[in-house]
């Protein structure tokens, strides 16, 4: 054998220590999956798999007005190119980024089926198509402009980025969650508008508090929407870096033929439907739950997310079952806060203001960066404007001297002799067509030198003034939230948890008619179910009424509003607009006996609607004419029970009650047809439980039906039960002391019939008016012409036969400004009909 086949010598083997081996081997994949695997940048918020996967998009120009590409295409470019991991480990980021339960503002702009949180998978990568959504273009934004640091990639083919320029706080807005090891991060997503208006703040006040960020960024902001309980825990986590929040589901409640569901239309970040159905099955099963009788999952592309749980018949109040659901599933979880992130390619764990400062110093080094390269671009493009100048400034002698030239490196080293141009310029000189030698290319030429002048001067003053780099952020970014940013979803509770259920949080403010039929139904209605009608239309139905019974009050509130119930037995009981159920139009209601505790005979005669019980005063009327005035704080605890609300005669009973601003008018209208018209200085303040002093004196056997206050301006409305009416300037009613027996208001002829109410109304006000058969018109004030006082007005509803005009009330218009407030409208219904003519 020779020596040139002999195999190479055998080396012996090097004993190694275990543990050290272990130790070393342990660090190094430790850092690998630190660095390029589960912590994002605290740069541009992104982990190495999602920027590549965004950088080979940009490769092919996927921006969000080109075409959707196969994600097949991108994941292979992605993996090809600078992610060499696999197609099947690059497609599930890329999903994810175009998910918008995921993430809040999605980087990716998706075609196809990429999955949903019910949860469906996402299509096969060869079906789906993705882009480049707007928020993933202002990332990428600049970065041909020498922004980032670059490197060579894995096959050493190529360039990239090792962050993006990052225009869009993508780690603020969107969050980030990984496990690394020995350490984990979970930021929480944010509502764009929000942190711009904390990095504003911040370039402006550097020295911000944290406690003042957190007023103006209140908290997270989950694409899923939901309800946080309690603001310790986002306290915590914004000036530690840590700290958990609850986050609950938000729901409403439905009553259809005599059963109640909750319908839950936002669960808690990251959880999916499927995982809280089969909880609440788990738990009904076990016994943890028994009031309810099924669970539907009708969440779809359509409707959106719709879980409804339906309750057992023999449920009246759902809290318990509540408390019940947020115990034992899903509906109720605690995320987690751990600001981690690479800062400078350490792992750090970070405020809400390093995170905020952090942001903004790569924005600021980013602009920096690309300021100096535009700034040299523009130099060297001065630089051959100058050579052109001087050129064209001399231009026969450079045609002397390129034509007497015997080659074009002989006239390029002559004018560079000849006029101390560079090798540049005088390449440019001799590149230059003869076209540019006409006046107008001049001037084209000298105006674009300017403007070099200008730009240059403009790049200079801003690297010597970072403040102008602070306001070129500040235009950015509010540029950003006019583009995509939008409104909160998810709302903060002010009750942490471990208290009582605070259902008001969880319920969205809104417009509602609430009606109470003559046997004592009621029901919250959406106001915008009722159409606006012109006078004299047929009207629409508004409950399932019975032959026994008919609608008998209609009030307009809120559904965040406090509700003071006045009876006629002149009691007073307190609840809120969405403690009463809501319902279709169409559905009957729910018995007032159920909602508070009425007394034999009993029946609520008033409903005003309050957000603060303050120093301003409530009027009260009786049908035999008395008025009381009392503060309206006197009314801010009454009792389970209810309490005395205003001291009653015996055969009198309460028709209305008015909250009161300084030197209002007040009108008091009869069934007969008269009224009368004073100040409400006339009636001094009373304690509670007063009778009041008499603000009409009546005529045999009439009665007031209404009370009215108006401020100057306003109209007053009459309504009669036979449909007629009229509209008629408050300045026709003459104002008088208390206590006469007022002026004539309308003739109440046999084709009127009584008077059911008298309103204070604006001409763009509308009114609502219900009738005993269980109709409504809705009609704007301005089609209802004013006319005398002394009068019989006009048709204000067409009525079939034997029906009668139960009720009506104002609704106030859309701009009406009521300060803290929520207007109570003037709402009236009819009391037994007075004789047509009275005794003295």
């Known amino acids: 054998m020779t020596d040139e086949n002999k195999?190479?010598?055998?080396?012996?083997?090097?004993?190694?220590?275990?543990?050290?081996?272990?130790k070393e081997s342990y660090l190094t994949y430790a850092l690998s999956v630190i660095h390029s695997r589960a912590l994002p940048d605290v740069r541009d918020g992104l982990k190495p798999s999602q920027r590549r996967i965004l950088v080979a998009?940009?490769?092919?120009?996927?921006?969000?007005?080109?075409?959707?590409?196969?994600?097949?295409?991108?994941?292979?470019?992605?993996?090809?190119?600078?992610?060499?991991?696999?197609?099947?480990?690059?497609?599930?980021?890329?999903?994810r980024m175009g998910q918008d339960f995921n993430?809040?503002?999605?980087?990716?702009?998706?075609q196809g089926n990429f999955g949903s949180n019910r949860p469906d998978n996402p299509a096969a990568m060869r079906y789906t198509e993705a882009r480049l959504s707007q928020a993933s273009m202002h990332m990428?934004?600049?970065?041909?402009?020498?922004?980032?640091?670059?490197?060579?990639?894995?096959?050493?083919?190529?360039?990239e980025p090792l962050v993006l320029p990052g225009r869009f706080p993508n780690l603020l807005c969107n969050g980030s969650s990984g496990i690394a090891v020995g350490m984990a991060t979970s930021l929480p997503p944010h509502n764009l508008g929000e942190v711009g208006a904390a990095l504003e703040a911040l370039l402006e006040e550097p020295d911000i508090s944290g406690e003042k960020l957190l007023q103006l960024c209140p908290g997270p902001d989950f694409p899923t929407g939901g309800t946080i309980m309690g603001r310790s825990g986002i306290a915590q986590a914004y000036l530690t870096g840590r700290g958990l929040i609850t986050v609950r589901a938000k729901?409403?409640?439905?009553?259809?033929?005599?059963?109640?569901?909750?319908v839950f239309t936002e669960i808690p970040y990251q959880v999916t439907v499927a995982a809280i159905v089969e909880s609440i099955v788990e738990a009904v099963k076990n016994g943890k739950i028994e009031t309810i009788s099924d669970v539907n999952n009708e969440t779809n592309a359509r409707t959106g997310m719709r879980l409804v749980v339906e309750l057992k018949k023999s449920v009246d109040d759902e809290t318990v079952t509540l408390n019940q659901l947020f115990k034992f599933t899903p509906l109720q979880t605690t995320f987690s806060i751990i600001n981690l992130a690479l800062d400078r390619g350490q792992p750090k764990t970070m405020t809400f203001k390093e995170l905020l400062e952090a942001y903004r110093?790569?924005?600021?080094?980013?602009?920096?960066?690309?300021?100096?390269?535009?700034?040299?671009?523009?130099?060297?493009?001065?630089?051959?404007?100058?050579?052109l100048r001087i050129a064209l400034a001399n231009i026969d002698e450079v045609v002397e001297i390129i034509k007497s030239s015997r080659s074009v490196d002989d006239a390029r080293e002559r004018l560079m002799s000849r006029f101390e141009l560079s090798e540049i310029q005088a390449r440019h000189v001799l590149d230059m067509r003869l076209a540019r030698l006409t006046s107008l290319e001049i001037e084209k030429l000298e105006a674009e030198y300017n403007e070099l002048l200008e730009e240059i001067r403009g790049y200079e003053a801003m690297l010597a003034d970072v403040r102008l780099i602070h306001d070129v952020i500040r235009t950015q970014t509010q540029e950003m939230v006019s583009q995509y940013g939008d409104a909160r979803r998810t709302t903060i509770d002010e009750e942490e948890i471990g208290r009582s259920i605070d259902i008001e949080a969880l319920i969205e403010e809104e417009r509602m008619a609430v009606t109470v039929s003559h046997q004592g139904y009621i029901k919250r209605v959406a106001l915008e179910n009722y159409r606006s009608q012109g006078r004299g239309g047929k009207g629409i139905i508004a409950g399932d009424i019975k032959d026994e019974d008919f609608l008998e009050r209609l009030f307009?509130?809120?559904?965040?509003?406090?509700?003071?119930?006045?009876?006629?037995?002149?009691?007073?009981?307190?609840?809120?607009?969405?403690?009463?159920p809501e319902m279709n139009r169409a559905a009957r209601g729910r018995a007032l006996v159920n909602i508070i505790p009425l007394a034999e005979d009993e029946r609520v005669q008033e409903i005003l609607c309050v957000d603060v019980f303050d120093d301003r005063y409530l009027l009260f009327a009786t049908e035999q004419g008395y008025v009381?005035?009392?503060?309206?704080?006197?009314?801010?605890?009454?009792?389970?029970?209810?309490?005395r609300a205003v001291q009653l005669d015996e055969g009198d009973r309460l028709i209305g009650v008015r909250l009161l601003r300084d030197h209002q008018s007040v009108v008091l209208g009869t069934a007969a047809g008269q009224a009368i018209h004073f100040d409400e200085t006339e009636a001094r303040p009373m304690g509670r439980v007063a009778r009041g002093v008499r603000g009409i004196r009546l005529k045999g056997k009439d009665v007031v039906v209404s009370l009215a206050v108006a401020d100057e301006g306003m109209s007053i409305l009459t309504v009669c039960k036979n449909g007629y009416g009229k509209r008629t300037a408050l300045e026709e009613y003459r104002q008088q002391g208390r206590g006469g027996s007022g002026i004539i208001n309308i003739k109440t002829s046999e084709r009127n019939g009584p008077v059911v109410a008298v309103l204070a109304v604006e001409t763009n006000d509308e009114v609502m008016l219900t009738t005993t058969g269980g109709m409504v018109v809705r009609s704007p004030v301005s089609g209802i012409s004013e006319i005398g006082r002394a009068t019989q007005g006009v048709r204000f509803i067409k009525l079939s036969d034997g029906d009668e005009v139960a009720s009506c009330a104002r609704v106030p218009s859309e701009d009406e400004d009521d300060g803290d407030e929520v207007a109570a409208p003037d709402t009236d219904t009819g009391s037994p009909a007075a004789p047509e003519s009275s005794e003295d």
């Open 7 to 22: 195999p190479d010598e055998v080396r012996e083997p090097t004993p190694l220590l275990i543990e050290k081996e272990m």
């Open 57 to 95: 998009m940009h490769d092919l120009n996927l921006g969000p007005r080109s075409k959707h590409r196969k994600c097949a295409k991108i994941c292979g470019d992605t993996s090809g190119n600078y992610h060499p991991h696999g197609e099947s480990v690059v497609y599930p980021t890329l999903v």
């Open 103 to 110: 993430s809040r503002y999605v980087l990716v702009d998706k």
């Open 140 to 159: 990428l934004e600049d970065i041909d402009k020498e922004t980032v640091d670059f490197a060579r990639n894995y096959d050493d083919s190529r360039d």
């Open 251 to 262: 729901y409403h409640i439905e009553e259809k033929a005599k059963r109640r569901s909750l």
């Open 361 to 387: 110093d790569h924005r600021v080094d980013v602009i920096t960066r690309r300021t100096r390269y535009l700034l040299r671009k523009a130099e060297e493009r001065k630089h051959i404007l100058e050579g």
């Open 556 to 580: 307009i509130a809120s559904t965040k509003d406090y509700l003071l119930f006045f009876t006629n037995q002149g009691r007073a009981y307190w609840r809120k607009v969405y403690q009463l």
């Open 628 to 643: 009381k005035k009392t503060v309206l704080a006197a009314y801010s605890r009454p009792r389970e029970n209810g309490i």
